[in-house]
């Protein structure tokens, strides 16, 4: 129960909902209390009436009953006996009224708190996320993300909502159940709640099992679900391979697993019902064979009336009784669910702001000081002692074969990772000093991997500037070279992309990603290999819209390929994580090392820019 002490704030922040639908919750009950005793008096008037035919208006006892209810009582005590028994069926239905209206204000407070709860819930989970870096994401799955986020908070909105309620109603019918029977005939009381150490036995016995169920039914489900996502977005490539039979064979799989597993906890809780209702109907044979047998004998105080009276007790704690394994389960599962929620909310980002954070205008100088980073949970020694200068305004290009370290700057860069050792700084300012949200604001960044949302192209592009025209979005789309490809299309800029921009190909996902980093309109721009889908010509329109565009910007273009006709300042080339080589064009062509080999084979089969 302790994972479930983090909801204490929501509580605290909703405690006039909370407390309302307490105080709701005591009078639903407290007006359903006093009907047994009415039909108890009733009951027990009409047996007079038949014992007695010319006394019909004997006196009752009324010291057992609610203050209430003995005012009423007294009110029609002198009535005719079809005129008592009119007026007590009409008393019934007012108080089955009142007694419903303040359930349905019940609901409507508890209830509504528990959305609230889960509305608040969610969007911390998402702020969380979001706030979490690139490892976490390397070793967690989305569909284990997607789980949490949805199914473990559901439950717990099933534990803040239904079980507190049900559980607070179980506590007000009791209360008050005990409370009058004890004051009505304490003998009677004891025998006919005999059987409850019973079912709190069985419900312990019980409970015990579904908490170790439930936790492995959620881990089950989180692999299912991160089985579905994966299959849904590599459809293509399980087509392209015909393991359409293969993957539904591994779901199978996974999906039988989590089958049989809910089955069981199914199983599980069947237990409660028939033993509740077991339970129960024992309990009112008790009561009515106790109670029968005074009345026969005579003893002091009984009667039919008690009789009735204590049966509709026993009823009336039926639902919540029952409800004890219901709230019971819907508690442990919560606590399962939280469990998995506090571990992810209690995970703190790597990469976040140090105390102090500066938010400085860039200029666009970049200085690596012997910079060294090995992946964490890889153990790659991705980049070895780097060090390079970038002056403000410069073009700068870091070129190598694939797994040499390019994409890996990049995210240091970025600040996706922390290298290290040595220094990454921008304007003489070390990277760690500087605000996330303010360094990432002042850079575009177009990734390898191209990603765009399931929205118009107009938004994919506005995304990176969310306060640009439609002029802006025009320029930009012209400066990457896919205007008149958009311009083509029925739709235009409205055109829907789908899921990660799977409706286009993969040289119109780059161009429109290209457009999305300058219409941000940065001073520092890094490119990550973000042509390698585009044609020789199409790569040369975009090179020369480019070079224009960043005149008075710094960028870093990162490639594997070699543009001769863009004219850099520097060329950095990558081995293994290190520079194995530095200059312009003509001087390393001139070394005839590593570039000037990449350089002929490039020319060799065509790929030149």
Request: proline share 3%.
């Amino acid at each position: 129960m302790t994972q479930l002490s983090t909801l204490n704030k929501y509580f605290w922040r909703y405690k006039w909902l909370f407390i309302l639908g307490i105080l709701f919750v005591v009078l639903t009950n407290y007006f359903r209390i006093l009907s047994p005793q009415l039909t108890g008096y009733v009951v027990n008037t009409v047996v007079e009436s038949i014992k007695q035919p010319g006394n019909i208006q004997s006196p009752a006892t009324t010291h057992t009953y609610d203050v209430l209810v003995s005012k009423v009582i007294h009110w029609f005590q002198a009535k005719p006996f079809k005129e008592k028994i009119l007026f007590t069926g009409i008393i019934l239905l007012v108080l089955a009224l009142i007694s419903g209206f303040f359930m349905f204000l019940m609901r409507q407070t508890i209830i509504v708190m528990s959305r609230h709860i889960e509305f608040d819930q969610k969007n911390e989970i998402y702020g969380h996320y979001q706030q979490l870096d690139t490892t976490f994401y390397k070793t967690h799955s989305t569909g284990d993300l997607m789980n949490r986020i949805s199914e473990d908070v559901s439950r717990v909105r099933m534990y803040t909502g239904p079980a507190i309620m049900y559980f607070i109603n179980l506590a007000a019918v009791i209360g008050f159940s005990i409370f009058f029977m004890l004051r009505s005939d304490v003998k009677l009381t004891i025998v006919s709640l005999c059987p409850l150490p019973v079912l709190a036995l069985t419900i312990y016995f019980v409970n015990t099992i579904i908490n170790r169920k439930s936790e492995k039914i959620q881990s089950l489900l989180s692999d299912l679900t991160t089985n579905a996502q994966e299959s849904y977005s590599g459809i293509r490539v399980i087509k392209s391979f015909v393991q359409e039979k293969a993957m539904f064979g591994f779901f199978k799989t996974n999906s039988e697993a989590y089958r049989s597993n809910a089955l069981s906890l199914a199983k599980t809780e069947a237990i409660y019902f028939p033993s509740m209702a077991l339970l129960i109907g024992l309990s009112t044979l008790i009561t009515i064979m106790v109670g029968g047998l005074d009345v026969v004998n005579g003893a002091p105080g009984a009667s039919v009336g008690k009789i009735a009276e204590f049966v509709m007790y026993i009823q009336m704690l039926t639902f919540p009784v029952s409800a004890i394994g219901w709230t019971a389960s819907m508690t442990q599962r919560a606590v399962a669910s939280q469990r998995r929620i506090n571990e992810f909310l209690l995970t703190a980002p790597v990469i976040r702001d140090q105390p102090k954070a500066q938010q400085v205008e860039l200029s666009g100088e970049i200085n690596f000081d012997h910079v060294d980073f090995i992946y964490p949970h890889t153990g790659i020694h991705a980049i070895k002692d780097f060090s390079l200068q970038i002056s403000k305004g410069e073009k700068v290009a870091i070129v190598g074969r694939t797994g040499s370290g390019k994409s890996t700057l990049a995210q240091l860069m970025l600040r996706m990772y922390d290298a290290q050792q040595g220094t990454l700084s921008y304007d003489g300012i070390p990277l760690q000093q500087l605000s996330v949200s303010s360094l990432r604001g002042q850079l575009s960044y177009v990734p390898q991997d191209v990603f765009l949302f399931s929205d118009s192209i107009r938004n994919n592009i506005r995304f990176g500037n969310a306060a640009a025209t439609d002029e802006d979005v025009h320029r930009a789309a012209k400066q990457a070279s896919i205007y008149q490809e958009i311009m083509a299309f029925e739709e235009k800029f409205d055109t829907m992309v789908g899921e990660r921009g799977v409706t286009l190909s993969g040289g119109q996902k780059q161009r429109i990603s290209i457009a999305r980093a300058l219409i941000k309109q940065p001073r520092i721009v890094i490119f990550d290999d973000c042509l390698s889908a585009v044609d020789a010509r199409t790569e040369n329109a975009i090179i020369s819209s480019l070079y224009d565009y960043l005149q008075d910007k710094t960028a870093v273009i990162i490639t594997h390929r070699i543009f001769a006709l863009f004219q850099f300042d520097k060329i950095v080339v990558l081995d293994d994580g290190a520079i194995a080589e530095q200059g312009t064009h003509d001087e390393l062509l001139a070394k005839n090392g590593i570039y000037a080999e990449m350089y002929r084979s490039q020319q060799e089969t065509g790929q030149h820019a």
